[in-house]
């Protein structure tokens, strides 16, 4: 689990941030001492961004979409604003929860699941 202050090396060579994000350890432990110390050259499998009051909404839609299209197999785009949570997969619509009282982390992380609660 890596947190906002963690890049990682996309294989599109976009060097991207999530604010949290997920990666199998078998994956990370394929990579080199060096690798790990630097931004890791790899996507993510799950990543979260949370839309703040200077994003734009259409900007943060295209870095999940990109998320996607490096290998990410799960991701959620919470927006506090318009209390929504954009749910991306592979090769599926995007899903838009309105309001909801938590999401979970599906196949990809079985037994997570965050309280939006108190968030909203």
């Given at each position: 689990?890596?947190?906002?202050?963690?890049?990682?090396?996309?294989?599109?060579?976009?060097?991207?941030?999530?604010?949290?994000?997920w990666?199998?350890?078998?994956?990370w432990?394929?990579?080199?001492?060096?690798?790990?110390?630097?931004?890791?050259?790899?996507?993510?499998?799950?990543?979260?961004?949370?839309?703040?009051?200077?994003?734009?909404?259409?900007?943060?839609?295209?870095?999940?979409?990109?998320?996607?299209?490096?290998?990410?197999?799960?991701?959620?785009?919470?927006?506090?604003?318009?209390?929504?949570?954009?749910i991306?997969?592979?090769?599926?619509?995007?899903?838009?929860?309105?309001?909801?009282?938590?999401?979970s982390?599906?196949?990809?992380?079985?037994?997570?699941?965050?309280?939006?609660?108190?968030?909203?």
């Amino acid at each position: 689990m890596f947190d906002s202050s963690t890049g990682f090396k996309l294989p599109n060579g976009a060097d991207r941030s999530p604010d949290a994000a997920w990666i199998k350890l078998e994956r990370w432990n394929a990579l080199t001492a060096e690798q790990q110390r630097k931004f890791p050259p790899l996507c993510p499998d799950f990543v979260v961004e949370l839309l703040s009051p200077s994003d734009s909404l259409p900007e943060a839609q295209a870095k999940m979409q990109e998320y996607l299209d490096n290998g990410a197999r799960l991701g959620w785009l919470i927006n506090r604003r318009s209390q929504q949570v954009e749910i991306y997969r592979p090769q599926q619509e995007v899903e838009i929860l309105d309001r909801p009282f938590q999401v979970s982390g599906d196949s990809v992380l079985p037994h997570f699941v965050l309280d939006l609660e108190s968030v909203w």
